[in-house]
């Protein structure tokens, strides 16, 4: 279905926080999908600028005057300006404390995240289903599914991956993230990563990422929030069929620098709002298997190259403290 075909069935009822920053271009072009969907609680978070960078006081002010100047439609609004910038990892996982603090449940996108319409629908009605039901932890509105795999003609999967390029969540489920993973010693240590990763290869993957934020290596939140999932034996939500277009990869991008990278700008879809429930609560192996390989490049050569690169990174941030 034509994302520009697509009527939600419905008024949006659920609460949505937008996380920005600097970059005004993305920004326009999420909030628009947000103006469409008109949420009747509008969460904002932005960080402050960096000192470091000439000019970027300019754009994140633009960003924030942009946005309060052009909700249009009748909603709550609520703000966060950080005055003093925070870094990704601290900005946004305090942004989501604070959403989650004030929300049962909610919906969240980044500024980089532009979702089709349906994928708010999408996400207020697994948010109801599932909301009693603490085997499910997160509703991601990104797929990367090929489509001659799927097996039959459910509208969802449940996953071990929980993709965070536009998601959903409870905030009964929130409030066991803790964004420096204190429980990566006794993980580690006992050795649970071998129920979840299959093999020796996305075991060294996991343990990687999730040793480099124990260690604040990383400026980043998301790993913890698959680290907390995990450690809680939960499970994701992914739709069959993409509702999320990452617009943001490019030089300005914090992680996603890579303008060329086969996740960029992928193309967003809707699916009927007669939804087809899966019978089990179970992950499908077989498209985490298919998407572990796809998202996070696990093969011999590509997991080196992201070591060889980490470890530069952090030569780098060494030296310039």
Not at 6 to 35: G, M
Not at 86 to 96: E, F, N, P, R, T
Request: net charge negative; aromatic share 14%.
């Amino acid at each position: 279905m034509s994302p520009d075909s697509f009527i939600p069935p419905q008024p949006l009822n659920t609460a949505v926080l937008f996380l920005v920053f600097n970059r005004l271009d993305t920004t326009q072009q999420v909030f628009e999908a947000i103006r469409e969907a008109k949420p009747p609680r509008l969460y904002i978070a932005a960080d402050g600028a960096r000192e470091t960078k000439a000019g970027e006081a300019e754009k994140v002010t633009a960003v924030r005057d942009f946005l309060l100047q052009n909700i249009d439609w009748e909603c709550e609004i609520k703000t966060l300006f950080r005055e003093e910038n925070l870094g990704c990892k601290y900005a946004v996982s305090s942004a989501i404390d604070w959403f989650f603090e004030n929300e049962e449940m909610g919906i969240i996108l980044e500024d980089d995240c532009l979702p089709s319409q349906g994928f708010f629908g999408f996400c207020e009605e697994m948010l109801l289903r599932y909301k009693d039901d603490m085997r499910i932890w997160h509703i991601g509105g990104a797929s990367t599914l090929n489509k001659k795999m799927l097996l039959n003609n459910e509208s969802y999967y449940f996953s071990k991956f929980n993709h965070i390029w536009g998601w959903a969540s409870w905030s009964s489920r929130w409030k066991e993230y803790d964004v420096n993973v204190p429980l990566f010693k006794d993980f580690s240590k006992n050795n649970y990563i071998e129920n979840i990763s299959g093999n020796m290869l996305k075991k060294s993957f996991w343990l990687n990422n999730f040793e480099s934020v124990f260690e604040n290596k990383i400026d980043t939140w998301d790993y913890q929030w698959y680290f907390t999932v995990w450690v809680n034996s939960g499970l994701s939500i992914i739709p069959t069929v993409n509702m999320i277009s990452n617009i943001g990869f490019g030089v300005d991008a914090t992680h996603t620098s890579d303008a060329g990278n086969k996740l960029s700008n992928m193309t967003k879809e809707n699916m009927s709002s007669n939804l087809i429930h899966p019978k089990l609560v179970m992950p499908n192996i077989l498209y985490d298997n298919y998407n572990s390989n796809f998202l996070f490049s696990l093969t011999y050569f590509g997991f080196f190259k992201r070591k060889i690169i980490t470890k530069i990174k952090e030569i780098i941030r060494k030296s310039s403290l």
